[in-house]
Nanobody, 114 residues
Framework: QVQLVESGGGLVQAGGSLRLSCAAS????????MGWYRQAPGKQLELVAT???????NYADSVKGRFTIFRDNAKNTVFLQMNSLKPEDTAVYYC????????WGQGTQVTVSS
């Protein structure tokens, strides 16, 4: 089992920045993928960004150039630096870990006011 603990959500004005973090613990493998997904009210869960343990990244088109995902593999932690936030970025953000199975964090609310 893998446990994920997220932090860093909150309320910010449009154009502002937030950083999310997610620490993994438990049965951690050295080769894995960690990332972030989000779900806005009335919408489906969507990928925001993922990063493999070897450093390969994948971003949603809507966040490219504004969000940056990075990891501290020694601490099994993944971060999401969100800059130039827009009201449409408002959602619950979920940390995701994949290694043979999918694990999810509890979610953290990000609200961007216009």
């Amino acid at each position: 089992q893998v446990q994920l603990v997220e932090s860093g959500g909150g309320l910010v004005q449009a154009g502002g920045s937030l950083r999310l973090s997610c620490a993994a613990s438990g049965s951690i493998g050295t080769i894995n993928t960690m990332g972030w997904y989000r779900q806005a009210p009335g919408k489906q869960l969507e990928l925001v960004a993922t990063m493999t343990s070897s450093g390969s990244t994948n971003y949603a088109d809507s966040v490219k150039g504004r969000f940056t995902i990075f990891r501290d593999n020694a601490k099994n932690t993944v971060f999401l630096q969100m800059n130039s936030l827009k009201p449409e970025d408002t959602a619950v953000y979920y940390c995701h870990y994949r290694l043979y199975a999918n694990y999810w964090g509890q979610g953290t609310q990000v609200t961007v006011s216009s």
